[in-house]
């Protein structure tokens, strides 16, 4: 199989290097993270200018025809600069599911403006007692009319409190738990009965927490089939999942490269600490948890839209297990090994390994997942 890059994602790799290079330093990410929305809007004006917006969807539907290979890209580099833009809320995932559930109508209507940068999209799924079970639905979504009616709460929102629509998962049949039942809706944020409360989160992201109170939508709010919106759902987490891996390999590779600069100018007994043999296997032990981690994201972004189910179901768990695997060695390696200047709030490494410890969390831990492949791998019984 090869797996160099075309002519066209090497021009993609290095125009979001140097994009993220020129725009993200630690003084620059504290200040986007103190504007109102927890980013630089203007920065995601010029995403859209440069085509990252629109990269992952087909042409006809207003965007570049790129494929997870290219978001893979994108979120590497996303990670070497600890980007805080949402672009794993509202284009992975939330563009994402009307890309995959959209009536043609919906993505004409939707999808070139979040192409543009002009709406954003949140999925507003997880529930307080639902933890990794994308099944487990409580809110609820009843008949009205030629319309409906959401009640129920939904936490951790990834930027839920910057999006102008929510794509809300609600129970329309069937019992907390059970795949068949969930359907998804279209809501305004600024619809009556929809409160949202926004929040910091410990990697310096934005979440929120979301109450529908008796909140009316039309029937064609409805995205994708009623009843039947499990499948899509779970393909958009295991593509976000497998943008979640690419950007912790962005991490890793950074975090690596300001660790091993900081041995070779680091001094103790009058020589570097990087002379030390014992340090230096720590050090090649993260570049081979790196190396690793870096062959399981090619895999992930390659199998992210398998049609096979349960392969890629396989395949994005062993991905994410990796990752995790990886990702916590490599950023315990890193603070130790730059003693106690590696947690200050001054220096880079302890915000990459807070959000290292943050992906691990996302949409299933490394547990979770290492359950999840035996229950695809191992026969029944």
């Keep these: 199989m090869d797996f160099d890059f075309s002519e066209e994602q090497r021009l993609l790799d290095e125009t979001v290097r140097r994009l993220v290079k020129d725009e993200y330093d630690i003084v620059k990410r504290k200040s986007y993270i103190a504007a109102p929305e927890g980013f630089s809007r203007k920065l995601w004006a010029r995403y859209a200018e ?91 979504a009843s008949r009205e009319g030629g319309g409906w009616v959401l009640d129920g709460r939904k936490g951790v929102v990834l930027n839920g409190d910057s999006a102008d629509t929510l794509i809300v998962s609600a129970r329309s049949a069937g019992t907390s738990r059970e795949r068949r039942g969930i359907t998804m809706f279209l809501v305004d944020t600024k619809a009556k009965g929809v409160g949202i409360r926004g929040y910091p989160t410990v990697d310096g992201l934005r979440a929120a927490e979301v109450t529908l109170e008796s909140v009316r939508v039309a029937g064609d709010a409805v995205l994708g089939e009623p009843d039947g919106a499990y499948p899509v759902i779970e393909h958009a987490v295991d593509r976000a999942l497998a943008a979640l891996c690419a950007e912790a390999v962005g991490i890793m590779e950074t975090l690596n490269a300001v660790t091993l600069d900081y041995l070779k100018t680091r001094k103790q007994f009058g020589v570097p600490i990087g002379a030390f043999q014992a340090l230096q296997h720590r050090m090649a032990d993260m570049v081979v948890e790196h190396e690793q981690a870096k062959s399981m994201a090619m895999l992930a972004a390659l199998s992210a839209d398998l049609t096979d189910v349960a392969e890629r179901r396989r395949v994005i768990s062993a991905a994410k297990v990796q990752i995790g695997k990886s990702g916590r060695f490599v950023g315990q390696q890193s603070i130790q090994l730059h003693g106690g200047i590696g947690m200050t709030e001054e220096y880079l490494a302890g915000h990459y390994f807070k959000r290292l410890t943050m992906i691990e969390q996302s949409f299933g831990d490394t547990d979770h997942h290492l359950n999840r492949f035996a229950e695809v791998t191992l026969p029944a019984g």
């Design 50 to 140: 440069l085509g990252l917006l629109g990269l992952p969807f087909a042409e006809s539907e207003g965007g570049f025809g790129g494929s997870a290979v290219e978001t893979m890209i994108v979120m590497e580099s996303f990670g070497r600069g600890l980007v805080v833009e949402p672009y794993l809320a509202a284009i992975v995932l939330g563009a994402g599911l009307v890309s995959l559930a959209g009536s043609a109508a919906q993505k004409r209507a939707i999808l070139p403006q979040v192409a543009s940068g002009k709406r954003l999209l949140a999925f507003a799924h997880g529930e307080r007692q639902s933890r990794y079970a994308l099944a487990d639905v409580e809110t609820t």
